[in-house]
């Protein structure tokens, strides 16, 4: 894969608003500062016009990590490890204001008019989010506290003491955010409900570059994403986004903002080792190369055992229950293949007519055994990024990036992905007002491949090389000719049924056998879905987007952009219909504006916001968005919010597209006409064959885009001194709500005759008539939700921040027809409780206990209930200034309750660490 991104709007970001007024903590020089000072005036390095000193805290410790810019400029810098910094700036147009930031301290201005060496700036705590700001939530930067719509900003700080080995995993104790883990590196992200293992209704952006797969529209969790050590900070905007993001910011977007190497230089390189055989380590350089020039390179490695699946429960498609004498179909067995006796199909000797209507299942291979021990999880990134100033104000930035990683995922089936990647590029011009921006990505699947084709194709192998008898086939009849000795020896029914299983199991194909491992390789080296198991994706996603920001005096702004998107979709005939070895071109195009007014001496923000997206394959649509927020308070500390939105979802591409023959069956996209055909359970709950054929028909219209329309109101504020309260109400309803189903039709969607059904009931419906067991994805009218969250910390002391946030889900199932799967997911009930802070100068500590109600979940792969579960994780750091050294420690779910997230998945248990960071400005 490529993936490229720009880390232009870190630049932005960290140009925080000007304070109202920023108090002094006093201008005390720290013991080095000096000495530091005339070190930097005597190195030939630093420009003869520059700015030296130091950004302290209220005690005057110096401020590792603070921030300096010229205002209105991308030129800064950050401070290193003992708050110093020196930053090169031209007087010759008199004099600049620079702007010092901290997270948890108040911004302060300076006006600066000739060249200093010793300017030490403190600044005054605040640790609330008066003065942090983010550009997610209307694309311009605006401060968080004022934000029309629920957001979160997840801080480097707060990143940093994240424990989990996915960041993305962490994301899990903020408010209102929902994660699944479906192994140690895959973790899909949602909020407000519906977070399905490839959560396609919020998209992912590593500065504003879309981080999907070109091929499955998704996002593999931060496996392909940017490291840890590169990450300025997360924003993660709760809700519909399609008024300025268009498709599929269905319910939110999370937008990962990196590091500029103009503001971030130096080395910085992180080592962690722990249970699991973990191996994490991290690197990034930035350097500044004169006023104009700046580079950066960054690297990951990670790897671990990864966890494996171990649940043996029937499924709700088994016929028969766990345990059953006549076999089941197990939720995490791969090639439990069935077989119904019936007269019409003899078996060699005569089927026993005590079986007749009875469903037999072989035992299947785990997915320890499927896998064959390989359970290593893996992931390397390695990025590049070169920015060049046009001007003070005007920025071209050119990124490239790979990203390698293995893992498992779980959608339509489990699949253990192995060297699955993604590549990009990236340009961008950025100025103060607006971008023009294109990248290119290209994803690429390596040698994954699907578990439940493989234990299926390893059944279906001959018994002996050039052999017609499939350990299937052996199977059937040894079932039935032991079933009948048995009989015939005068054993009951039940008994015979037991008797018959032990001596059918017996000759399964085990994974101990040499030829188990020959035919296991075989298969996942195919990939043709009819014999093997192999994955193939190679698709290209180009887009091209530019925004401005005009302004009208200091109380109206207006945003206008647009963008046009490029699907290049190829598998070689496996995953679409590209069988002419040409790729399928799809795209979408669409143009918005954002009109915003300040009124009330400021106190009253009002937007409106209105995008039109238009499309390949289906019709245009109108993404509307209105808020406003009022500001009560001397210092416009408690802030009322109002919004309402309409977002839409284009259905992803394998949802168009996809023409899968997998043996048994097909998946097919739905953008012809529709399809006719036959349910497999009438609405009676009869199976199909068992009742009159036309209680089984079945039609389903071509697919439309997915539509929500949400309403919500907040609040975001400070109750009393040292306590911050942010809560939220929302109520959606979605309309064409996708989802999918199982049928019995033809592949060119008419319905099938009664002849057509005989051949195909005779034939399993495997492949070679055009009537197949169809699975495919339709609109259903209306599924409603609600809910809210709320948080609140308390700003004790600098060392200690106590949080608390509670999140509520709802899922109104009264319009929803019986069979439908919404694949909501998410918990009616989840709530959290930490505490973090800095102790002294040195100690560091993140503490957080998060417990989520247990819920069904619907996926393709399988549907069920997960239990209640909880999770404790705590990070611990200590740093060593003089060497610019930090010790870490860290372990996520310490209790080891191996908790299930995702029905089908692992549990996931304790996994603890120890590592050393060390950043070298």
């Known amino acids: 894969m490529k993936h490229v991104y720009p880390p232009l709007l870190a630049a932005l970001l960290l140009q925080q608003s000007q304070a109202a007024t920023a108090a002094s903590a006093g201008d005390k020089q720290p013991r080095k500062a000096a000495r530091t000072a005339a070190l930097l005036r005597n190195t030939p390095d630093v420009p003869v016009k520059s700015v030296i000193g130091s950004v302290l805290d209220d005690k005057g410790q110096g401020l590792p990590g603070a921030t300096v810019f010229i205002k209105g400029t991308f030129i800064g810098t950050s401070t290193d490890s003992q708050g110093q ?19 948890g301290f108040e911004t302060r201005d300076i006006e600066v008019k000739r060249p200093d060496n010793a300017l030490n700036i403190g600044l005054a705590p605040s640790p609330t989010q008066l003065n942090e700001t983010v550009v997610s939530a209307s694309r311009v930067e605006e401060q968080v506290m004022r934000a029309p719509v629920t957001v979160e900003k997840i801080t480097a700080r707060q990143i940093e003491r994240i424990s989990t080995p996915e960041v993305l995993a962490g994301l899990g104790q903020f408010k209102g955010i929902d994660v699944n883990s479906a192994s140690m590196l895959f973790t899909s992200i949602s909020t407000r409900g519906f977070n399905t293992a490839k959560s396609e209704r919020v998209i992912q952006l590593y500065d504003y570059a879309d981080g ?158 499927t896998v064959a021990q390989d359970n290593k999880t893996r992931s390397y990134r390695l990025q590049g990024s070169v920015a060049y100033l046009l001007r003070d104000d005007l920025k071209l930035t050119l990124d490239a990036k790979h990203a390698v990683g293995t893992s498992t995922y779980q959608n339509l089936s489990r699949f253990r992905i192995k060297d699955l990647g993604l590549n990009q590029y990236k340009v961008e011009l950025k100025g103060a007002r607006g971008f023009l921006r294109a990248y290119s990505s290209e994803d690429f699947s390596g040698e994954t491949y699907e578990l439940n084709l493989l234990g299926a194709y390893l059944q279906l192998s001959p018994t002996a090389e050039g052999g017609s008898t499939t350990y299937y086939q052996q199977y059937l009849v040894g079932y039935n000719s032991a079933y009948k000795a048995a009989r015939a020896a005068g054993q009951d029914a039940a008994t015979a049924q037991a008797t018959a ?41 180009n887009d ?57 001496q400021d106190r009253l923000k009002l937007a409106v916001a209105g995008r039109v997206d238009e499309f390949r394959n289906f019709k245009a649509a109108f993404s509307p968005r209105a808020s406003a927020v009022y500001s009560v308070g001397a210092e416009k500390q408690h ?23 997998i043996g048994f069956g097909r998946i097919q996209g739905n953008i012809g006409n529709g399809y006719k055909g036959y349910s497999r359970t009438n609405a009676a709950g009869q199976p199909f064959g068992t009742a009159p054929l036309s209680t089984f028909e079945l039609s389903l219209d071509r697919l439309q885009l997915e539509r929500v329309n949400t309403a919500e109101v907040g609040y975001k504020g400070i109750l009393v001194p040292k306590l911050y309260l942010d809560v939220n109400y929302f109520y959606s309803r979605y309309r064409n ?52 969250a709320v948080g609140l910390t308390y700003y004790a002391t600098r060392a200690v921040h106590v949080s608390a946030n509670y999140s509520l889900n709802v899922l109104d199932r009264k319009d929803i027809p019986a069979g439908f799967a919404t694949f909501f997911n998410a918990p009616k009930h989840k709530y959290n409780v930490g505490a973090e802070g800095l102790v002294g100068q040195h100690l560091s500590y993140n503490l957080n206990y998060r417990w ?48 299930v997230q995702v029905y089908g998945g692992p549990g996931i248990g304790r996994l603890a660490y120890a590592g050393l960071l060390f950043e070298l400005k």
Not at 509 to 518: A, E, M, N, T, Y
């Open 212 to 369: 999907q797969l070109p091929s499955l529209n998704l996002s593999p969790g931060n496996l392909v994403g940017i490291p840890e050590l590169d990450m300025e900070s997360i924003e993660v905007v709760h809700g519909p986004s399609s008024a300025l993001y268009g498709a599929n910011a269905f319910n939110g977007v999370v937008l990962f903002n990196s590091k500029d190497p103009f503001v971030y230089d130096g080395l910085t390189a992180r080592i962690r080792g722990g249970q699991r055989n973990l191996l994490d380590g991290q690197l990034r350089y930035a350097q500044k190369l004169g006023e104009k020039f700046a580079f950066k390179v960054n690297g990951s490695y990670l790897t671990a055992n990864d966890w494996v699946a171990r649940n043996f429960e029937a499924t709700r498609g088994s016929v028969n229950p766990a345990g059953s004498p006549l076999g089941y179909e197990a939720l995490n067995r791969y090639g439990d293949l069935s077989y119904t006796y019936i007269p019409q199909q003899q078996l060699p000797g005569g089927t026993s007519a005590e079986l007749y209507g009875k469903t037999i299942y072989m035992p299947g291979f785990t997915e320890e055994e």
């Open 544 to 600: 091209v987007s530019g925004q401005y920001q005009f302004k009208f005096g200091d109380a109206t702004d207006l945003v206008v952009g647009g963008a046009y998107r490029e699907y290049r979709l190829g598998s070689d005939g496996r995953l679409f219909a590209d069988t002419d070895g040409k790729r399928l071109r799809n795209y979408e195009y669409g143009g918005y504006a954002q009109l915003s007014q300040l009124l009330l």
């Open 501 to 541: 299983k032990a001596a059918a199991d017996a000759t399964q194909l085990k994974s101990s056998d040499p030829r188990f491992g020959q035919l296991r390789q075989r298969i996942i080296n195919n990939p043709d879905n009819t014999q093997g198991a192999r994955n193939t994706l190679n698709s290209f996603l």
């Open 85 to 103: 910094f020196a930053l090169a700036v031209d007087f010759t147009n008199g004099p600049v204001t620079l702007v010092f930031s901290y997270v």
């Open 852 to 899: 989520t109600q247990g819920h069904l979940q619907e996926m393709p792969f399988a549907t069920g209930t997960i239990s209640d579960y909880s999770t404790l994780d705590a990070y611990l750091g200590y740093t060593l200034p003089k060497l610019g050294a930090t010790l870490q420690l860290g372990a996520s779910n310490i209790l080891d309750s191996q908790n």
């Open 737 to 788: 709500f996708i989802g999918g189903t199982t049928f019995i039709g033809n592949t060119d969607g008419t319905r099938p005759t009664q002849a057509q059904l005989a051949t195909a009931q005779a034939a399993n419906f495997g492949p070679g008539q055009p009537t197949r067991l169809i699975y495919t994805y339709y609109n259903n009218d209306r599924v409603n939700t609600q809910g809210g």
């Open 639 to 661: 802030n009322f919010r109002a919004s309402y939105g309409r977002a839409f979802r284009s259905p992803s591409q394998l949802e168009q597209f996809s023409a899968t023959e």
